[in-house]
């Protein structure tokens, strides 16, 4: 089982958020569960390979 991060709060009385390595993939929920059903199915696409030209965040040691 992996574990990753993600950024989540409620605007308006929806539930907005998304992953850490993917800031540029949003979804909504109207509830917190909703949410995070919603963040599952968009972990599955961004990391199937399915979509084109995928954008991530990543960190790069400077010595």
Sequence with gaps: MKITKYIYWQDNGM???????????ITQG????ELKENLLDIY??????RIP????????QIS
């Design 44 to 49: 599955k696409e961004l990391t199937s390979g």
């Design 53 to 60: 030209a995928v954008r991530k965040t990543a960190e790069l």
């Design 15 to 25: 539930w907005l958020g998304y992953f850490e390595e993917y800031p540029d993939y």
């Design 30 to 33: 109207k509830t917190l569960e």
